[in-house]
């Protein structure tokens, strides 16, 4: 039996930027053959047992020859999957969408293309340059900067572009910049045009520089703006209107396990503020040593310390063949509302959520709530902090069961780390994973700590200063940002 493709394009950003279509696609897939640049939120969409094939194209690196990215679109429909090729951009415009389709139909493989927002009018966009404006351009003509067959890799009617009114755009030009604005002053482009390059969305490091065609290279240059990019040429470039939202022009690392940093960066992006993933901290089960059937017996507490940790409790029901009835005897106890949110998603109500969102609190809060002799089941990581059984040994049969360990995960890029105003740190064990890794918060960066715990661990680990959010929440570290930038 035979799938199908669907060519989506993936925008220029997060899920917030993909389409209806695109994200119902994802949710849904089988596989998800991906290009370079598409963000972590963008492949999470898809189901965990999808396959995830990377089969990007980028200037300058080794890349997935064409040939070999149709024939694994072939092979994975032949196989009866439903395939989403998830393209950055529109995959029509440069992104040889129209090859894959063709491909796939000469295969007799069903294939659909779903539009996404072109790189071309996005990426300028979120750098406040419209590519069109009243009284300013009527039109904007989109140039590939990238052209095979050609002695400098520009089209052959490229000198024709300096004619044009409106506004130009090359995508995949940024190494050939200035023989682009030397061509097109040599046709007759005044030299003070207005220019830009723009680097943003999933880039790795976003830029954005303006100023006149004969000028804009050495600009770039000194810059050091890295591909991709996009260059604009035109009145339009010398417009500025970026977003006016109190955390525009912030940059903010994020550490943390992928719930808890697509929570930071929904707020922090809406705020105006860009984020980059500094450390991701990947949570992963560990064989469960407890047996769920002593849950029915009653007289217990089944305490939490995240939301990862219930997850994962209820993966672990599940795999039993349990569900909530074997449960009815037993109470419950959540660090925080993060983690009671978590276990009224699996259809729990917490009977316990400290007004300290801390191991400390929670310890107190169960010393007064539990009776003498109750057993205790801490469900929670293996880096569970030490605090929490020792307060409760002596008052109640405690056992610590670890589901989880953390590990960090890939690290972001020491350039991206440099340029940021502020990293958010939400757990002591972040801030341990992050200095093995980095070795030291670089200078001029501001810590964001979640609470007093992690401060401490920043600060004597460091020594050094560091924010602390008002409240034990993702709320809370962006409230603790966006006060420490008011008073800039």
């Known amino acids: ?24 696609l994802l949710r849904v897939c089988d596989a998800v053959v991906y290009d370079d640049l598409i963000g972590e939120g963008l492949l999470s969409l898809a189901p965990p047992e999808a396959q995830r094939l990377y089969m990007g194209k980028r200037a300058g690196r080794h890349s997935a020859a064409q040939e070999d990215i149709c024939a694994a679109l072939i092979a994975l429909a032949g196989e009866g999957k439903r395939v989403v090729r998830l393209k950055g951009g529109d995959p029509f415009v440069f992104g040889r969408g129209g090859e894959e389709l063709l491909a796939l139909r000469a295969a007799g493989i069903p294939c659909e293309e779903v539009p996404g927002i072109s790189s071309a009018i996005a990426i300028p966009a979120l750098a406040g340059i419209p590519v069109t404006h009243r009284g300013v351009s009527q039109s904007v003509h989109i140039i590939t ?96 209107l970026s977003p006016a939202l109190p955390l525009t022009g912030v940059r903010v690392g994020l550490t943390g396990t992928a719930p808890l940093r697509q929570k930071l960066r929904l707020e922090l992006e809406a705020l105006g503020a860009g984020v980059f993933d500094a450390l991701k901290i990947q949570a992963e089960d560990l064989p469960l040593d407890f047996d769920l059937d002593r849950l029915r017996a009653g007289g217990c507490w089944a305490v939490f310390t995240s ?56 310890g107190e809060a169960l010393l007064q709530r539990g009776e003498p002799g109750e057993d205790m089941f801490l469900f929670r990581s293996r880096q569970g902090s030490p605090v929490l059984p020792k307060l409760l040994a002596g008052h109640f049969h405690v056992e610590d069961i670890p589901l989880y360990e953390v590990r960090p995960g890939p690290a972001g890029g020491r350039d991206q780390l440099e340029r940021a105003d502020y990293l958010a740190f939400a757990s002591a064990g972040g801030v341990e994973r992050f200095l093995e890794t980095y070795g030291a918060v670089p200078e001029g960066v501001v810590p964001v700590c979640i609470g007093p715990v992690t401060a401490r661990a920043l600060e004597e680990a460091s020594g050094r200063p560091y924010l602390i959010a008002p409240s034990i929440s993702a709320a809370g570290i962006v409230q603790a940002i966006q006060a420490a930038h008011l008073d800039l």
């Open 145 to 240: 900067g990238h052209t095979a067959g050609t002695p400098d890799g520009l089209p052959g009617y490229f000198d024709a572009l300096a004619r044009l009114p409106g506004t130009l755009v090359f995508l995949m030009g940024l190494g050939r910049l200035e023989e682009i604005a030397r061509r097109l002053m040599a046709a007759g482009m005044d030299g003070s045009t207005p220019a830009a390059v723009v680097s943003g969305g999933n880039a790795p490091v976003p830029a954005a520089v303006r100023g006149t065609l004969a000028g804009l290279p050495r600009r770039v240059q000194a810059a050091g703006v890295q591909p991709p990019a996009v260059i604009v040429v035109g009145g339009v470039a010398a417009l500025d």
């Open 307 to 362: 939301g990862g940790g219930a997850d994962s409790f209820f993966r672990r029901l599940d795999e039993k063949g349990m569900d909530l009835r074997a449960l009815h005897s037993c109470k419950f106890a959540a660090i925080g509302p993060a983690t009671a949110a978590r276990l009224r998603a699996h259809g729990i109500r917490a009977d316990l959520c400290p007004a300290e969102y801390t191991s400390q609190g929670l």
């Open 1 to 24: 039996m035979k799938g199908c493709v669907y060519l989506v394009g993936a925008g220029c950003g997060g899920p917030e930027l993909l389409t209806r279509r695109g994200a119902g």
